[in-house]
């Protein structure tokens, strides 16, 4: 059809009568808003016969399948040829005076629209959490342009598209409020080498900037920094080259580094504010000295193989999922998922799947109430062991909610290498991600280690040795990161059983509290898979050396 050349004509249609109302195009079709009548090019003849009613495009409500019929046009005011338009599929609909007066932007491979009723009337047709132009990229290329708003968008690829003849991924968040799309869409997001945020520079757009910084990585992000308030502001005031230099000239996210004394004071009186939570009453001992588990502190547990390691940590799952209303992360690389649910709804039932076989209609109960409420998040690894993609789960598993994350164990986390790097390098930079991960949400991490192997001529730590920190196998990174370290040990060979089941405890480490020494252990039931504390006097000595 193209532009409308001629307007305010007499309908060709009899019936009609209108004297004004019928625009003729410059491909001498003309349409009637009337009657809603479409007439062939045919000037000055009535075709009666031929006549037909218009098309979707000027129907004020449409459906999905109306939407796939509207044309494509370009928009001459905003710098977008029809040519950008027609990659995304952005659709258009016009109004009684022949000119565009809607928007309809494809989201989730054209099940959704995002309707514009020009200038900024928004409403949805199958409402997406979804990113605009998603579907038109595949994952994993070298830099991926995220902007607030589908023209935005559109000026981003317009630009690519006149330098480079070719569209390079770019997609828009379908507001600065949107950050769900830029969650649920995460892992497709960071499979690029680099991304780019291209947010307005208002204070909405700044607040969103932020916020995409913390769930997409600060690894990933770099800042676009933009003359105008917008992408499209600067391809319209400037030209492409202009727009594209702020997309090469994104640098890496720096956060402020000096804090004033107001700021300080804050931080200081947010950090005083800071709630502990208590661990089980099985572990009083370890309550008698570091006073809880705080958010943004890392807890490592250290014992010889067999010695409870993982038996303490669902102790401490169970009451936090009994006494908060929190999530929780677990991340277990040495039992399936299904083996750790099985043992956590066997606690809770008081009984051991390993003494007996559970009825799974009572296994049920206990299962229920574990995970019931949807508060437990495991991470099925399938036997593949990686630590960035690791290390991205947790991080996901903070952004939806978790508060205490439990990873068993760092040993083997890092024993495959990390980023082409293993041993002490590998283990540092999987420290330091995690540091950097109970600080930016922040959250608490319970995390086991494994031991060194005892020096020949002495107790082993499966008979009873209670390990030091330099017993702590790998990289001195993680003691020096970890806030606590608790160490305890049990002797698996003594002849008693009570003596067996007794985990003796001691606290290497406190950064809180600065208070270390043996404390009251544990005792191990077997009937229940449960364990109990141990009132007797606290005895410096377990074992003789």
């Known amino acids: 059809m193209g532009k409308i050349v001629v307007r305010n004509q007499p309908c060709l249609s009899k019936e009609c009568g209108s004297h004004d109302a019928r625009q003729i195009y410059e491909d001498g079709t003309s349409f009637c808003f009337s009657c809603q009548s479409f007439f062939p090019k045919q000037e000055g003849e009535v ?34 040829t029809k040519n950008v338009t027609e990659f995304f599929d952005v659709k258009v609909s016009y109004s ?37 132009g998603q579907s038109k990229f595949n994952g994993g290329g070298k830099r991926l342009i995220i902007t607030e708003g589908e023209i935005d968008a559109l000026s981003i690829a317009q630009a690519s598209l006149d330098k480079y003849s070719k569209i390079y991924p770019v997609v828009g968040m379908s507001s600065a409020v949107m950050s769900k799309s830029l969650l649920e869409n ?61 997309v090469f000239d994104a640098a890496p996210y720096v956060p402020a580094g000096i804090i004033n004394k107001d700021a300080l004071w804050e931080a200081l009186q947010s950090y005083n504010s800071i709630e502990s939570v208590p661990y089980p009453n099985c572990l009083e001992g370890v309550n008698s000295k570091l006073k809880g588990m705080r958010p943004g502190e890392i807890a490592l547990f250290i014992s010889g193989t067999g010695s409870g390691k993982s038996t303490v940590l669902r102790e401490i799952m169970l ?127 319970g ?22 920190i330099d017993d702590i196998r790998g990289s001195g990174s993680i003691k020096q990161i970890s806030f606590d370290i608790i160490s305890f040990a049990r002797n698996l060979t003594a002849d008693h059983e009570t003596e067996r089941n007794t985990i003796k405890m001691r606290i290497l480490k406190s950064r809180h509290t600065g208070l270390t020494g043996t404390v009251k252990g544990a005792r191990y039931v ?19 050396l």
């Open 186 to 246: 995460r892992e497709w997001i960071r499979s690029f080498n680099e991304v780019v945020l291209c947010l307005d520079s208002d204070e909405a757009g700044q607040k969103a900037t932020e916020e995409a910084i913390k769930i997409i990585g600060i690894d990933k992000v770099k800042i676009a920094k933009l003359p105008c308030k917008d992408p499209n502001e600067v391809l319209v005031k400037f030209d492409s080259n202009r727009l594209l230099q702020c």
């Open 319 to 445: 009451h936090l999922l009994e006494n908060t209303k929190d999530k929780i992360g677990v991340i277990s690389l040495e039992e399936a998922p299904a083996e750790t649910a099985r043992k956590l709804a066997g606690m809770v039932l008081q009984k051991n799947p390993a003494k007996e076989e559970i009825p799974l209609d009572e296994l049920k109960v206990g299962f229920d109430k574990v995970f019931g409420e949807d508060r437990v998040v495991l991470l099925d690894h399938q036997g593949s062991i990686n630590d960035s993609s690791i290390v991205d789960q947790l991080e996901y598993m903070c952004l939806i909610g978790c508060k205490y994350l439990f990873i068993d164990h760092i040993t083997i986390l890092v024993s495959e290498g990390v980023e082409n790097l293993t041993g002490n390098e590998a283990q540092d930079k999987v420290m330091n991600d995690l540091l950097r991960l109970v600080k930016r949400h922040p959250v608490w991490i």
């Open 96 to 132: 009684d005076s022949g000119e565009i007066d809607t928007h309809y932007y494809p989201y989730d491979n054209n099940k959704s629209y995002k309707i514009r009723k020009l200038p900024k009337d928004f409403s949805w047709l199958n409402k997406s959490n979804g990113l605009f």
């Open 47 to 80: 075709i009666e016969q031929q006549s037909q009613k218009a098309p979707n495009f000027f129907k004020p409500k449409v459906s999905i399948e109306e939407i796939k019929e509207l044309p494509v046009r370009g928009f001459k005011e905003r710098k977008i």
């Open 526 to 544: 077997y009937d229940t898979g449960r364990l109990i504390g141990v009132q007797e006097d606290v005895s410096e000595d377990f074992v003789s």
């Open 447 to 468: 995390l086991v280690s494994h031991l060194r192997k005892a020096p020949g001529g002495g107790k082993s730590f499966e008979e009873g040795k209670l390990p030091s």
